[in-house]
């Protein structure tokens, strides 16, 4: 008896055909794997990772060699100079409001390039909620430039609303929860090469979230000049317990540092505890797990779409990142969906999820 017979013969055909329609798809994936790999793997070697690294440190975090090779190792392959990766950011909005507010000051602006920027964020950046702590408080401008209806960057629009308080152009390379398509790399290149046109000088920062290594070139080899994400996802490779990073010039993260700790200490302290090994080894297998995730978004996707639901990405389409949007057109579909998840997986199979009020959201979660 097969595991595949528990489940009806009309969707057992249909998975063996989903399977062989994919398999050229999987088999680019399986290169850009990798091709990632190795760059991590070389890297890891080039700066002598030994085994004393994993340990961590306790108290101020003074010369924690492993938390410092590990920033080296993000920098190199992500294509930066220097890094912040710390468990101390509690999520990639945290890591990415630390970046972005550590770069302004007052009578500066901030504009997002990329539509209005998703809902944890917009609180962060006084677009939503009640306002205390955001960048207006502080005299900083927030602005966003809306995206084409067929979800392009407006180029005309964004040379229009650039000036020389913009002091930050941001980014965001996923579609997060919105219906566009996420930004590829190349795509990113040229948002690039349309800002320097105006501002040579000008600081462009990318929201790299959902993004790492799902191409084998990142935002900041194509003239990026800092990106931040989550541990949680990508570059955690389902290993890091909590956390987040900043990659970028060195001279930017020396100023984003401050922010992240205080004045005159930066990232010169900051334990790391017992967080090290998850953090090395999730970065190492990081390659493999996001290759994995998007295939997984990828037999989704076609399998989806042969059951007649709307899917964004199409699974033949380009990835740049993890997101797949599966449009089950009512809540009540899109619930018993998400419980039989719960119910077919490894911890917590016999709970019921239910959508709820969520930190960050409009939207129950």
Do not use: C
Request: proline content about 4%; overall charge negative; hydrophobic content about 40%.
């Amino acid at each position: 008896m097969s595991w595949m017979d528990k489940f009806d013969p009309k969707l057992q055909t249909m998975v063996k055909e989903v399977d062989a329609q994919i398999a050229p798809q999987l088999a680019k994936i399986d290169a850009r794997i990798l091709e990632n790999q190795n760059k991590v793997l070389t890297s890891f070697q080039n700066h002598h990772v030994a085994e004393s690294y994993l340990t961590g440190s306790t108290g101020y975090g003074h010369n924690d060699e492993g938390r410092d090779v590990l920033e080296a190792i993000y920098a190199d392959v992500l294509g930066g100079e220097d890094a912040l990766v710390r468990p101390q950011f509690v999520s990639g909005t945290h890591a990415i409001g630390v970046a972005l507010l550590g770069l302004v000051r007052p009578g500066d602006d901030i504009v997002y390039i990329t539509g209005k920027p998703y809902d944890t964020l917009q609180e962060v950046l006084g677009l939503a909620g009640n306002g205390i702590g955001a960048p207006q408080e502080y005299g900083i401008g927030v602005d966003y430039v809306d995206l084409l209806p067929n979800g392009a960057v407006d180029d005309d629009a964004v040379k229009a609303r650039l000036n020389d308080k913009t002091k930050v152009v941001a980014i965001q390379r996923s579609r997060g929860y919105a219906t566009r398509d996420s930004f590829t790399v190349d795509q990113i290149a040229a948002m690039i090469k349309v800002v320097r046109s105006v501002l040579p000088n000008v600081w462009i920062f990318v929201d790299n979230a959902y993004g790492e290594f799902s191409e084998t070139k990142e935002p900041l080899e194509v003239g990026a000049d800092v990106m931040a994400g989550s541990l949680f996802k990508n570059a955690g490779g389902g290993m890091a317990k909590t956390g987040g990073y900043i990659v970028g010039k060195k001279d930017l993260i020396d100023r984003i540092s401050y922010r992240f700790t205080v004045p005159g200490l930066g990232g010169a302290e900051g334990a790391t505890v017992g967080a090290l090994a998850d953090m090395y080894q999730g970065f190492f297998i990081s390659p493999q797990t996001t290759g994995n995730a998007i295939k997984g978004a990828i037999f989704e996707a076609a399998l989806f779409a042969k059951l007649g639901l709307d899917v964004s990405p199409a699974w033949d389409a380009p990835r740049t990142d993890l997101i797949q949007t599966v449009n089950f057109g009512n809540a009540d579909d899109m619930v018993k969906f998400a419980k039989a998840v719960q119910a077919n997986s490894p911890v917590d199979s016999f709970v019921t999820p239910i959508p709820e009020k969520m930190a960050g959201y409009e939207d129950q979660v």
